[in-house]
């Protein structure tokens, strides 16, 4: 299992680079994510988009001879010239830039390509604990506004598929709620026991239990604390929060104000989807770029 961030950007040097087909590149805080990438041997980059602004930010990074840039008329047209790409075998896996988040999924959803799979997409994040000094993986903080039963079983699998990617063999998936009880007034409880249920039926590829609350869903002492017994309760690897607004305000809270580093992408296609927040820095966006390499070369993505 990888320990940390340092090991996760080791593990994705050991390969030779994959090619990263970028989307509407024109950015500075994208490039220079993609140029520490393209330095450490991780990745050879595409910068697709408005050609004389990325080859300006290209030069002005000194990056001109690591790059191939392939100019559009529109962002809508980068999204599609990118999973064309990777449709030929051109490209190994895609990255998102300056450019909103739905039309780069509309294009990954777009039949003609053949990168659709059968799980649902969803935003999918590793953040490392530094109190617990130990990687968790938070889903879904950005695509999924309000799962269903169904899509949360999808949510699970696409996160246990990272899980193992990163060396997790038997993931524990904590179901997020405000209460460690099931209350039939709060709708995430009820889920939270069906697919506990669902998981001691094998009918879940990760190990489940809920609802538990964040605390001793990953705090071993809290666990203690509410005399929770749990194999989950404390060691969780797999947070499953209820809805898209817990997803992003935690996310931002361990992010932003806790700054705990991250990497995120996007699962349940055949390939990952590099993706961040537009105020992500270029540290997480080059974490997501190693994260997004070595989900790549998992052959269990989907």
Known sequence: MLKDIEELINEAKKTKPLRLAVVAAADEVVVDSIKKATKEGIVEPILIGDQVKIEEIVANKGLTDD???MGTESKKESAHKAMEFIQKGE????MKGHISTSIVLKALLD???????????????????????????LTDGGMNISPSLEDK???????????????????KAAVL????????????????????????????????????????????????????????AGDADILLVPDIEAGNLLYKSLVF????????????????????????????KFNSIALGKIMTEDKNII
Do not use: W
């Open 67 to 69: 790059v191939i840039v």
């Open 177 to 232: 709620a405000a209460v460690e009880a099931v209350n039939p007034s709060m709708g995430a409880t009820l889920d939270a026991a069906a697919l506990s249920k669902m998981s001691d039926r094998g009918q879940i590829s990760a190990e489940v239990d809920g609802p538990l609350a964040f605390d001793n869903a990953i705090s071993k002492k809290a666990a203690e604390h509410k005399g929770i017994d749990s194999k989950v």
């Open 91 to 94: 490209a190994d896996y895609p």
């Open 257 to 284: 104000y806790g700054d705990q580093p991250s990497a995120s992408v996007v699962l349940g296609a055949k390939v990952p989807l590099v993706i961040t927040s537009r105020a992500d820095s270029s540290s997480t």
């Open 153 to 171: 079983v999808d949510l699970i699998n696409n996160a246990s598929h990272m899980a193992k990617a990163i060396g997790i063999e038997k993931p």
């Open 111 to 137: 039949k003609k390509y053949g990168l659709r799979a059968d799980n649902i997409l969803s935003l999918v994040t590793l953040i490392y604990l530094e109190k617990e000094e130990r990687f968790v993986i």
